[in-house]
């Protein structure tokens, strides 16, 4: 089992960027990990999501403007926001995959953080 918990969410204009972390009672090496959102009305959208050997891969949406990392060493999964809209505004969650599984959707990830709300004014 492994718990993750997101910090870093709040409240920014538009242009602005904001940096979410995600920290993990677990081991995280040997797990691929992602970044989903889902906003109101809306289904949760897997955002970036990062391989057990550090390929980083961004929905079109995401695709320029963030970037995912993560440090091993620390358990912790990053995502970087620059140039937030109105549209980026949700709940964002981090998630991981179970042991050396890909996590190429949603439906790949095992484990789920509580989540951290993202608001963006115009």
């Known amino acids: 089992q492994v718990q993750l918990r997101e910090l870093g969410g709040g409240s920014v204009q538009a242009g602005g960027s904001l940096k979410l972390s995600c920290v993990a009672s677990?081991?995280?090496?040997?797990?691929?990990m992602g970044w989903h959102r889902q906003a109101p009305g809306k289904e949760r959208e897997l955002v970036s999501h990062?391989?057990?050997?550090?390929?980083?891969n961004y929905s079109d949406s995401a695709k320029g403007r963030f970037i995912i990392s993560r440090d091993n060493g620390q358990r912790t999964l990053y995502l970087h926001m620059n140039d937030l809209q109105p549209e980026d505004t949700a709940v964002y969650y981090c998630?991981?995959?179970?042991?050396?599984?890909?996590?190429?959707?949603?439906?790949?990830?095992?484990?789920w953080g509580q989540g951290t709300q993202v608001t963006v004014s115009s």
């Open positions: 677990g081991y995280i090496a040997n797990k691929c």
């Open positions: 998630a991981a995959a179970g042991p050396w599984a890909g996590c190429a959707a949603t439906s790949d990830f095992n484990y």
């Open positions: 990062i391989s057990i050997d550090g390929t980083a």
